[in-house]
C-alpha cells in the first residue's frame, strides 16, 4: 500500500508554520506511517490532505477544503458515532486504521487537547463489535522457521476472545493450519523462505519482534517459564511477534492483552487432517458458490449462543483422533437424545447467554459500559439453573461439564448490588450505580436531589409571594438557575431579586437562596458523577480480575450448547450413534447430511468397504456419484466429531485424514491449467495418505488426453492399492478401470442403477455391486436442454462411428473406451460397438495382457502410438509433432498458450501450414 498519511512536500518543508493541530495530526501520521490516520476533532473523525482524498475515493464521501495559515488542502471526515462502516470499508480496500481520539477533556485543556492514537484497526485485529461476525473468530497469525530450517512455527490469536494457539511443524502441515484457521492478516518472519497461501492480508512488522530475546521477554509477560509451554525457538519467535504486534495495535489504553490468559500450545496430529480442498469440496463452512447456504455447518449448527457456534466451528475444523474422546462426547450426545426435556431446558437457558468472551474482552481492555456488565450478569445467572437442570444427567461427560461450571457469585453479586438494573450506554453521566452500595454517593444524590425538589417548589412559592403568576423558575447550562418575569411584571420584582439575564420580552433574576441552592446542587451532581464514575471503573477493574474464571465458564457453556445442539439434530434428522472397530468402514442406509435437507426424498445407500476398501464407482453423470462418495466421507468427520451420523448403521475405524480430489478449475493467474491444478491435489494424497485415510478421487485424469488420463487413472489406483492402502472411493468413466476388481483382492467395483424404457432413461441414485454397462452421456444431455438435431446426431455417431476422410472410423464408444474400430464394423478386445458388453472377461482375468492401458488395438501402422493411414509423410509429420510435444514444458505454459499451441499443431497436422 502506497502511503498517503504524510504531509504534501510543499507543507513538509514549511513544518514549523503548520498550525498546532495540523502539526499534531502529522506527527502521528509520521508515527503510524503504515495507517490512515482518523483525528478526532470534536464530533468526528478527520482526514488531510491526501489521506483525506483516499478515504474520500474508498469510502465515497465528500471531500471538502479547509483553509488555514498554511494554506488550501483537502479534508474529510466520518462521524464518529458511525464510524464502524468507514472502517470497514477501508480494512476492505488493503488500509490499516489508527484511531487518534482526544484524550483530553477540552474543557481542562489549556491550549490545543492532546490526542493520541488509542488503536490501530487491522482485519486481524479487530474488536469493535459491528465488525465481527457473531459466532465467529477473526485470527491473526505470525509464522517463524526453526533454525534447521525443517519446521515452522505458527501462533494464532483472536484479539476479540482472547484465543491464543502455537505449534510448530513441517511447512506442509503449516499450510493446513493456515487453511484451518483461515487467518484475516498474517505477520512472518524476515528469514521465513517458504512461500505459504493465505488469502489475508500479509502485514510487514519490525524484524525485531521476531528476534528471539524480544520475543521471549514478550511471552515472559503472560506466561511465567514460556519453555514450559512452547517447544523451540520457532514457537517462541512466533507467538513474541504476535503479542508484540496485537499490543501494538491495541493502543495506549488497552491495559494490555491480560484478558490472554489461554496460551496453548497444540500437535495438528491430533485432530484430522481436512485440507482446504477437502474442506471446499465436502462444503463444510463454503458452498461451491463460496456462500454459507446449504453447508455441513448450516445443517448442524442447532445452537442456542454465539459461544456455541465458535465452538461448533472448531470442532468441525478439527475433528478427533483419541477414539475414547469421541464416545465420550458420544456418551453425552446418546444422554440428551433420551432426556428430552433435560435437552430442551438447557437449550432454552442457553439462548440468554451472551457472547461473554468478547464481553470479558472489553472489561479488561477497559472498554465495557455498564450495559456489558450487566449482560456478562445475566449469562451468569444462567449458571446455577443449567447445573440444576443437569442435577441427574449420569454419562461421565456431562457430569464433568456440569461440575465444571463456576458460577462466580462473587462477580455475580458484586455486579448486581453495583450496577444499576437498567443503565444508561454513558457511563459518564450518572445513571450507573444503583442507590445503597456507596453512602458518600448516596448523600451526594440525596443533596442533588433535595436541591431540585426545593427548586421544583420554588416557582409556586414565588408565585404567591410576588403575586406574579406569568413568574417561571427554569434553568440553562450558561445561566444557571433562574426566575423569570416579563417586562409589564417588572414593578412587582421583589428587592431581593438580582437580574441575571435581560431578554427582548423578559428579564431573567436569582436570590441568594436559589443561588446557594444551585451551587449545591451543580457540586453535588458534579461530584457525584465524577464518584459513580470511579465506583464503576473499579468494578469493572474486580471484574476483570476474574477473566480468566470467566473465560474458562465460557469454554464449559460453549461445549454444553454444541452437545445439545448435535443431540437436538439426531433427534431432528433421525441420526444414530456411530459404531468403532478396526475392520474398515460400513455404513447402511448413509445419507448425505446436506442434500438431503434440500430434496424431498432421499435415497440412502450403503458402503461396505471392509474386506475391499477401495472402490471404483461408475455410472452416468446425475446418477449420484459425487453425493454418494461425499456422503461417505461427511459420515466419517461428524463421527469423529462427535456428532451422530444420517446413516441407519455406522461402524467406522478412526480416520487420520480425509482426502479429495473432486473438481478442478483453472488458476489462469498462476498459469495452472485444470490439469495442472488436479495433478497437483493428486500429488498431495499419494504423498501423505496412510492406511488410515479415506480418499475421494473424481474422474482423476479427464484433464488430458484420454490415453494418458486413462494410465494415471490406472496406476495411480495400483499405488493406492499396494503402497498406501487407504480406504479409496474412485468415481470414473474408464471403464477398464473396473478390470483391476477380476485380480485385485481390494478392489471392488460399485455402480449407480438406470432404468432404460426406449429413450426414457431412469436415475435411480442407488448403489448396487458391479460395473456400469454405460455411462448415457446423450441421455444426460437430453435432460440438460440439448437440442434435438445434436442428440440426433450424437446417436447416430455413437452407433455408426466417427468419419475421417477414409482413414478408419472409430466408434465414440469404442474410442472411450480406448478400442478402435475399423469402416465401423466389428469390435477390438471383444467390446461390443453399442458399448454394451461389461468389459471383464468372465474368466476375471484383463484383456490387456500387454498392460498397454489406452493403446489402440488396429492393424494399421502406428507411430509411437498414433494411428496412421500408411506410409511417407503422415508418418514423418506424426513422428516430428511427437518429438516436438516431448520437448515441450507443459507445467511452465499458460491454459491459452496451451490452446494456441494445439491450435497450429492440429493446423500443421491437417496441412493447413
Same mark, same amino acid.
Given at each position: 500500500?502506497?502511503s ?26 509520521e ?7 482518523l ?21 465515497e464521501?465528500?471531500?471538502?477544503q479547509r ?16 464510524v ?5 470499508t ?29 488503536r ?8 469493535e ?14 509464522l517463524?522457521?526453526?533454525? &534447521? ?8 490469536? &483472536? ?27 498474517v ?36 506466561v ?33 492483552l ?10 495438528p ?37 454465539a ?20 464416545e ?14 433435560v435437552r ?12 461473554v ?22 449469562t451468569?445467572?444462567?449458571?446455577p439453573?443449567?447445573? @440444576?437442570a ?6 461421565? @461427560? ?11 457469585a462473587d ?17 459518564t ?12 454517593l448516596?448523600?451526594l ?10 427548586v ?16 417561571k ?7 444557571g438557575y433562574?426566575?423569570e ?11 431581593d ?21 444551585? &451551587? ?35 469454554g ?15 433427534v ?16 447402511e @442406509? ?9 430434496q424431498?426424498a ?18 452416468p ?19 469423529q ?75 495411480v ?8 492402502g487407504?480406504?479409496?472411493?474412485f468415481?470414473?468413466?474408464?471403464h ?12 471392488q ?20 455391486q458391479?460395473a ?41 464408444? @469404442? ?14 478386445n ?5 458399448g ?10 484383463t ?43 507443459i ?19 491437417d496441412?493447413?501450414?
Amino acid at each position: 500500500m502506497e502511503s498517503v498519511t504524510g504531509p504534501p512536500a510543499k507543507m513538509a518543508a514549511r513544518r514549523e508554520e503548520l498550525t498546532p493541530m495540523l502539526s499534531q495530526y502529522f506527527s502521528l501520521t509520521e508515527e503510524y506511517d503504515d495507517a490512515l490516520v482518523l483525528f478526532q476533532v470534536g464530533d468526528f473523525y478527520e482526514l488531510f490532505c491526501e489521506a483525506a482524498e483516499a478515504a474520500a475515493r474508498v469510502c465515497e464521501i465528500t471531500l471538502t477544503q479547509r483553509e488555514d495559515s498554511t494554506g488550501t488542502y483537502p479534508m474529510a471526515g466520518v462521524p464518529i458515532d458511525n464510524v464502524a462502516p468507514y472502517v470497514e470499508t477501508l480494512l476492505g480496500a488493503g488500509y490499516r486504521v489508527a484511531i487518534a481520539d482526544q484524550v483530553e477533556d477540552p474543557a481542562e485543556a489549556s491550549g490545543l487537547v492532546d490526542r493520541a492514537v488509542t488503536r490501530v484497526v487491522t482485519p486481524g485485529t479487530v474488536v469493535e463489535d459491528e465488525l465481527l461476525a457473531a459466532g465467529g473468530n477473526t485470527y491473526l497469525a505470525a509464522l517463524a522457521p526453526a533454525p &534447521d530450517g525443517e519446521e515452522v512455527g505458527v501462533a494464532f490469536v &483472536d484479539v476479540s476472545t482472547g484465543e491464543f494457539r502455537v505449534t510448530s511443524a513441517r511447512p506442509t502441515v503449516v499450510q493446513d493450519e493456515l487453511n484451518r484457521f483461515a487467518p484475516a492478516e498474517v505477520i512472518a518472519a524476515p528469514d521465513l523462505d517458504h512461500a505459504f497461501d493465505v488469502e489475508g492480508m500479509r502485514t510487514p512488522v519490525p524484524d525485531e519482534r521476531f528476534e528471539p530475546s524480544t520475543a521471549r521477554e514478550r511471552v515472559s509477560a503472560y506466561v511465567a517459564t514460556p519453555e514450559s509451554v512452547l517447544s523451540g525457538t520457532a514457537e517462541l519467535r512466533a507467538a513474541g511477534a504476535l503479542l508484540g504486534y496485537a499490543e501494538y495495535t491495541q493502543g495506549v489504553d488497552a491495559g494490555g492483552l491480560a484478558y490472554i490468559t489461554r496460551l496453548t500450545r497444540y500437535d495438528p496430529r491430533e485432530g484430522m487432517r481436512l485440507d482446504a480442498t477437502a474442506l471446499r469440496s465436502l462444503e463444510v463452512f463454503e458452498n461451491r458458490e463460496g456462500g454459507d447456504a446449504h453447508t455441513l455447518l448450516g445443517v448442524v449448527d442447532e445452537t442456542s449462543c454465539a459461544l456455541g457456534r465458535r465452538e461448533l466451528t472448531h470442532w468441525l475444523r478439527r475433528p478427533l483422533l483419541d477414539r475414547e474422546r469421541i464416545e465420550a462426547r458420544h456418551d453425552a450426545v446418546e444422554e440428551l437424545t433420551r432426556l428430552s426435556l433435560v435437552r430442551e431446558e438447557a437449550r432454552d437457558l442457553l439462548r440468554d447467554v451472551y457472547d461473554v468472551e468478547r464481553l470479558v474482552t472489553r472489561v479488561s481492555r477497559g472498554r465495557a459500559n455498564a450495559r456489558d456488565l450487566r449482560s456478562l450478569k445475566a449469562t451468569l445467572d444462567v449458571v446455577p439453573e443449567l447445573k @440444576a437442570a443437569l442435577a441427574d444427567v449420569e454419562c461421565d @461427560a456431562l457430569r464433568e461439564r456440569r461440575d465444571a461450571l463456576d458460577d462466580l457469585a462473587d462477580v455475580r453479586g458484586l455486579v448486581g448490588r453495583a450496577i444499576h438494573p437498567e443503565p444508561p450506554i454513558e457511563v459518564t453521566e450518572g445513571g450507573v450505580i444503583r442507590e445503597g452500595f456507596d453512602d458518600d454517593l448516596d448523600d451526594l444524590r440525596a443533596t442533588e436531589r433535595d436541591g431540585r425538589e426545593w427548586v421544583a417548589d420554588l416557582e409556586a412559592s414565588e408565585r404567591e409571594r410576588t403575586g406574579i403568576d406569568s413568574l417561571k423558575v427554569g434553568y440553562n447550562e450558561v445561566h444557571g438557575y433562574y426566575i423569570e418575569v416579563t417586562n409589564p411584571n417588572l414593578d412587582a420584582v421583589p428587592d431581593d431579586y438580582t437580574r441575571r439575564q435581560t431578554l427582548k420580552n423578559s428579564e431573567r433574576f436569582y436570590t441568594p437562596e436559589l443561588k446557594r441552592r444551585e &451551587d449545591e446542587i451543580l457540586g453535588a451532581a458534579e461530584r457525584a458523577d465524577a464518584r459513580e464514575y470511579r465506583l464503576f471503573t473499579e468494578v469493572r477493574e474486580e471484574v476483570a480480575a476474574a477473566a480468566e474464571r470467566v473465560q474458562r465458564v465460557a469454554g464449559v457453556l460453549a461445549e454444553l450448547d454444541v452437545l445439545a445442539a448435535l443431540a437436538h439434530v439426531a433427534v431432528e434428522r433421525d441420526y444414530h450413534r456411530p459404531e468403532f472397530g478396526s475392520e474398515g468402514v460400513h455404513i447402511e @442406509a448413509g445419507r448425505h447430511p446436506v442434500v438431503e435437507t434440500t430434496q424431498e426424498a432421499f435415497v440412502p445407500n450403503d458402503a461396505d468397504l471392509r474386506e475391499r476398501p477401495f472402490a471404483v464407482v461408475t455410472g452416468p453423470n446425475m446418477s449420484g456419484k459425487s453425493t454418494y462418495m461425499r456422503q461417505v466421507a461427511l459420515v466419517v468427520v461428524l463421527a469423529q466429531v462427535g456428532s451422530f451420523v444420517p446413516a441407519r448403521r455406522a461402524r467406522l475405524p478412526v480416520t487420520d485424514a480425509v482426502f479429495t480430489r473432486v473438481g478442478a478449475s483453472d488458476d489462469i493467474a498462476g498459469g495452472h491449467s485444470t490439469f495442472m491444478r488436479e495433478m497437483a491435489e493428486l500429488t498431495d494424497i499419494l504423498h501423505n495418505a496412510t492406511e488410515d485415510s479415506l480418499v475421494l478421487l473424481d474422474e482423476v485424469g479427464r484433464g488430458t488426453s484420454t490415453a494418458d488420463g486413462r494410465a494415471i487413472a490406472w496406476a495411480v489406483t495400483e499405488f493406492l492399492d499396494d503402497e498406501v492402502g487407504a480406504t479409496t472411493l474412485f468415481a470414473t468413466h474408464y471403464h477398464e478401470l473396473t478390470r483391476l476388481a477380476g485380480d485385485r483382492p481390494g478392489v471392488q467395483n460399485l455402480h449407480f442403477a438406470v432404468e432404460r424404457d426406449g429413450e426414457t432413461v431412469t436415475f435411480l441414485h442407488s448403489v448396487a455391486q458391479g460395473a456400469a454397462e454405460a455411462s448415457y452421456g446423450v441421455e444426460v444431455a437430453r435432460l440438460a436442454g440439448v437440442p434435438g438435431t445434436v442428440i440426433e446426431r450424437s446417436r447416430a455417431l455413437l452407433e455408426d462411428g466417427l468419419p475421417d476422410e477414409g482413414r478408419e472410423t472409430v466408434t465414440l464408444e @469404442a474410442f472411450a473406451g480406448g478400442e478402435t474400430v475399423q469402416n465401423g464394423h466389428g469390435a477390438a478386445n471383444g467390446t461390443s460397438v453399442d458399448g454394451g458388453d461389461d468389459p471383464v472377461d468372465d474368466s476375471g482375468g484383463t484383456d490387456d495382457p500387454d498392460g498397454r492401458i489406452g493403446s489402440s488395438a488396429s492393424d494399421s501402422p502406428a507411430v509411437d502410438g498414433v494411428p496412421t493411414t500408411g506410409e511417407g509423410e503422415a508418418a514423418s509429420e506424426a513422428a516430428a509433432a511427437l518429438e516436438e510435444i516431448r520437448g515441450l514444458s507443459i507445467a511452465a505454459m499458460t491454459p491459452l498458450e496451451a490452446l494456441t499451441y494445439l491450435h497450429d499443431l492440429q493446423g500443421r497436422l491437417d496441412g493447413d501450414d
